[in-house]
């Protein structure tokens, strides 16, 4: 399974990015997710959703301005930010996984992960 992200920038603080992530090869983890980095500090869950079935939510930092949805038939996952703000600068991960739902931010659990993409958002 390889995961590419995409969707990354620059943006002022206010503004929106959408972030893709399409996942390629034979593929049956159930949980796609996003995380977030930024340098010296351990990875950061932001959001995930199941493939099947309406589970989906997002980290407590981002809800009201961040939504995670999903397009099966093209193995996609997709983070829609919005009202961003400078905290929200960080490399973005996509991944894939079958963790338990209750612990969907516990990135040791994902086994497939994309490269990354840099967001930063101006202030």
């Known amino acids: 399974v390889q995961l590419q992200a995409s969707g990354g920038g620059l943006v002022q603080a206010g503004g929106s990015l959408r972030l893709s992530c399409v996942a390629s090869?034979?593929?049956?983890?159930?949980?796609m997710a996003w995380f977030r980095q930024t340098p010296g500090k351990e990875r950061e869950f932001v959001a995930a959703i199941r493939r099947i079935g309406g589970n989906a939510g997002v980290a407590d930092a981002v809800k009201g301005r961040f939504t995670v949805s999903r397009d099966n038939p093209k193995n996609a996952v997709y983070l829609q930010m919005m009202s961003m703000i400078p905290e929200d600068t960080a490399v973005y991960f996509c991944?894939?996984?079958?963790?338990?739902?209750?612990?969907?931010?516990?990135?040791?659990?994902?086994?497939?992960w994309g490269q990354g993409t840099q967001v930063t958002v101006s202030s």
């Open positions: 991944a894939a996984g079958s963790p338990p739902w209750g612990s969907r931010s516990d990135a040791g659990l994902f086994h497939y």
């Open positions: 090869g034979t593929f049956s983890s159930h949980t």
